[in-house]
């Protein structure tokens, strides 16, 4: 089949490379253009666009999709369809509607829970049971479109937003040339969505970064989970917000208020059980082992921490 691609980040990587080896034919990319990031605010191409560049591939950039003249440009590939993975654009009717069997999504989550912008990150910080991939027939709605392949795995107990991207992104090229096969035989089956269950994965904010000890050590452990390796869940020590890289729930029984330290080595009551802090740190510095932070930082048994920043 003749197809597009849309796609940006590191996600959408393992997918454009298998559509590269297979049998079909990527006659464009669309993407994201080059960005300032990192430290030094460098212009930086996205990894998508140096796998389509490095492979010969016409690449575009269109700040918007709204305008007719990039419609037209669009409609004139004569696409069989448009594949998209966290292409980040929202795409008018007109795109759509343009290659004959319409645009395909790769969602990182079993839809119709977490819809939306952050899905795998609001699945560990929920403490779901199971993750997966669906494949999607794109309509106008936010990601509301029929299922057309499903993947699905139970939640590993150390999962966190950093280990689960690249599997995910796996499973993600592999369910998306099943389904390209069977819309390419006619024999993909269409799955409506169904209307309970829908949750939303929005955006994360500042306001999920802190640590509240008044929550489930349970939960807080979730929290670290999700928000590794970026943009990492945060607690405050005196004037200090100190980032947490790693932490274990333990269910212990304790009468302190929640935000006590312990013991000397940063078990902090919760609500219910208390959190170890694994990892950690302060800003400037890097991520050391609590041991080691705790040598030149030391956070004593019976320090009250508070929640809010």
Not at 124 to 134: H, I, R, S
Not at 291 to 296: K, P, Q, S, W, Y
């Amino acid at each position: 089949m003749r197809l597009i691609f849309m796609g940006t980040p590191d996600f959408a990587v393992p997918a454009l490379a298998t559509l590269i080896g297979s049998q079909h034919q990527v006659v464009a990319v669309y993407t994201q253009p080059p960005r300032p990031a990192g430290r030094g605010q460098q212009v930086q191409k996205p990894p998508v666009m140096l796998l389509a560049e490095k492979h010969g591939l016409e690449v575009r950039t269109p700040i918007s999709l709204k305008d007719p003249a990039e419609q037209a440009a669009f409609t004139a590939l004569n696409a069989d369809a448009a594949v998209v993975a966290a292409y980040g654009m929202l795409l008018p009717q007109p795109i759509l509607d343009a290659p004959r069997f319409g645009c395909v999504n790769i969602h990182p989550s079993l839809l119709p829970r977490w819809r939306g912008a952050a899905p795998i990150q609001r699945a560990l910080l929920a403490g779901d049971a199971e993750t997966g991939v669906c494949i999607m027939q794109m309509d106008a709605g936010l990601d509301t479109g029929a299922v057309l392949m499903r993947g699905s795995f139970a939640m590993p107990p150390d999962a966190t937003t950093g280990r689960l991207f690249p599997v995910l992104a796996d499973m993600g090229a592999k369910l998306l040339m099943m389904t390209l096969d069977r819309i390419a035989e006619g024999t993909v089956i269409k799955t409506p969505q169904p209307a309970e269950g829908v949750t939303y994965a929005k955006k994360l904010t500042r306001e999920d970064y802190p640590l509240n000890w008044h929550h489930t050590a349970r939960m807080l452990d979730f929290q670290v989970r999700g928000l590794h390796p970026s943009p990492l869940a945060t607690m405050i020590f005196g004037d200090t917000i100190l980032k947490i890289h790693a932490a274990r729930a333990e269910h212990i029984a304790h009468d302190q208020p929640p935000g006590t330290v312990l013991d000397n080595k940063l078990l902090i009551a919760c609500k219910e059980g208390a959190l170890r802090i694994l990892a950690l740190q302060k800003p400037g510095g890097k991520a050391l082992a609590a041991a080691d932070f705790l040598r030149g930082f030391p956070i004593p048994e019976g320090t009250q921490l508070i929640t809010h920043h």
